[in-house]
């Protein structure tokens, strides 16, 4: 027997063109660009929008926490001994800003540099933040304090990059450990800040590229 077929009129085809053209882009597979994000990304317009008010409502000197800042970073150290690395030959960078925020496990300060070569640093904890070139104390809150000092730095007048404005105190952004991020100055090459926790807890500094920051993660325990 052969099986019948229903002939298709033609008001049938253009309705169907037409419902097609009105709904295309509704069912896009995940794979394109309209599709599901990963989960490390910003996915949805609701995440977007609150971001944006977020970004908004942050003070001038807080920056948006980049996604890219958990990659390749050494294990944490099983002491509280100061960490240090030397600063690329003819480096002169200057720090742009300073950011601060809770990850799985730590808090992390991020520092934004510019500039040629690439900086060095020593972290370290110290009794008191004391001022560079004066030694007048500086106020921090926390039980501990960590003074971070960058190297390979030169002055904004020579590299002509603007400089972090520290003229308030950074706070933690949801931070567990981390109560405040103090700038200090830029004097000989060297600046420095001093970043406040709650007590003496191990910390690992690296370095990323592209942009160039110096991260300081701080263990929660």
Excluded: N
Aim: include cysteine; proline fraction near 9%; hydrophobic fraction near 40%.
């Amino acid at each position: 027997m052969t099986a019948r077929r229903t002939p298709v009129l033609p008001g049938l085809v253009l309705l169907a063109a037409t419902v097609l053209v009105a709904c295309g882009g509704e069912d896009e597979p995940a794979g394109s660009q309209s599709g599901r994000a990963s989960s490390s990304s910003v996915a949805t317009s609701a995440g977007t929008s609150a971001a944006t008010s977020a970004a908004a409502s942050a003070p001038a000197t807080t920056l948006a926490p980049r996604e890219d800042e958990s990659g390749d970073a050494p294990p944490f150290p099983a002491d509280t001994a100061p960490d240090t690395a030397d600063a690329a030959p003819g480096s002169a960078v200057t720090v742009t800003g300073i950011r601060t925020g809770h990850h799985d496990g730590f808090d992390r300060v991020v520092f934004d540099v510019a500039g040629t070569g690439a900086p060095g640093w020593d972290v370290r904890y110290v009794p008191q933040a004391v001022e560079q070139g004066r030694g007048e104390p500086i106020d921090v809150a926390g039980k501990a304090v960590l003074q971070v000092t960058l190297t390979g730095v030169g002055y904004p007048t020579d590299t002509g990059i603007e400089e972090y404005d520290g003229s308030a105190p950074l706070p933690g952004s949801g931070t567990a450990v981390v109560t405040e991020v103090v700038w200090d100055s830029t004097f000989e090459g060297t600046s420095v800040a001093f970043v406040g926790t709650t007590e003496r807890v191990p910390f690992r500094v690296y370095l990323l590229q592209g942009p160039a920051r110096v991260v300081l993660d701080v263990v929660v325990p």
